[in-house]
T-cell receptor, first 114, second 115 residues
Framework: GDSVTQMEGPVTLSEEAFLTINCTYT??????LFWYVQYPGEGLQLLLKATKADDKGSNKGFEATYRKETTSFHLEKGSVQVSDSAVYFCALSDRDTNAGKSTFGDGTTLTVKP | DAEITQSPRHKITETGRQVTLACHQT?????MFWYRQDLGHGLRLIHYSYGVQDTNKGEVSDGYSVSRSNTEDLPLTLESAASSQTSVYFCASSEFSFPNTGELFFGEGSRLTVL
């Protein structure tokens, strides 16, 4: 079945540091890929997405590129802020082989210190 | 604005009691899902529905049930609550018709404690 493996946390960075959170996936079909963010005490919300190979999703300074050859969707940000402290989830959804169910990684907790 | 709301946000109950968590969405999405979130396990799918009168079991469905009588609502019932069901529960919805590509829209969660 489908699976998502993401970098274990927690990750602690200083403000303005560069962020990378690795995500790789296994899928039988051709999935859409997502990064969701969960701020303390809240539900998950979509951060960015990519629906086909070589697509780059971007939002709020975060970016991730859909790499089919390496089955990866790594999240990056050039300069993190304290307000980026949250839990980040990589996920995939395959309309054709899994009828739209989403598969999530275990989440990576990011703490940014001033 | 369209949204997805869950109630109650916090619930404390006793072992053996029946509990129902409500989920209501105004996105008009066909797909609805219930997940539980536990430390070390990420998000695990409990039940899901692709439309009215359709329900399906997810990976951790034992002890839970759902029903879908309309597009907007997917209540989650714990028939006889157990301490292992202490968790945070998230409802979500999605659609694959343009412009949506399967991304999930989440509620704010319901924190359930079973004593």
């Amino acid at each position: 079945g489908d699976s998502v493996t993401q970098m274990e946390g927690p990750v602690t960075l200083s403000e303005e540091a560069f962020l990378t959170i690795n995500c790789t996936y296994t899928a039988t079909g051709y999935p859409s890929l997502f990064w969701y963010v969960q701020y303390p005490g809240e539900g998950l919300q979509l951060l960015l997405k990519a629906t086909k190979a070589d697509d780059k999703g971007s939002n709020k300074g975060f970016e991730a590129t859909y790499r089919k050859e390496t089955t990866s969707f790594h999240l990056e940000k050039g300069s993190v802020q304290v307000s980026d402290s949250a839990v980040y989830f990589c996920a995939l959804s395959d309309r054709d082989t899994n009828a739209g169910k989403s598969t999530f990684g275990d989440g990576t907790t990011l703490t940014v210190k001033p | 604005d369209a949204e997805i709301t869950q109630s109650p946000r916090h619930k404390i109950t006793e072992t053996g009691r029946q509990v129902t968590l409500a989920c209501h969405q105004t996105w008009n999405h066909n797909n609805m899902f219930w997940y539980r979130q536990d430390l070390g396990h990420g998000l695990r799918l409990i039940h899901y529905s692709y439309g009215v009168q359709d329900t399906n079991k997810g990976e951790v469905s034992d002890g839970y049930s759902v029903s879908r009588s309309n597009t907007e609502d997917l209540p989650l019932t714990l028939e006889s609550a157990a301490s292992s069901q202490t968790s945070v529960y998230f409802c979500a919805s999605s659609e694959f018709s343009f412009p949506n590509t399967g991304e999930l829209f989440f509620g704010e969660g319901s924190r359930l404690t079973v004593l």
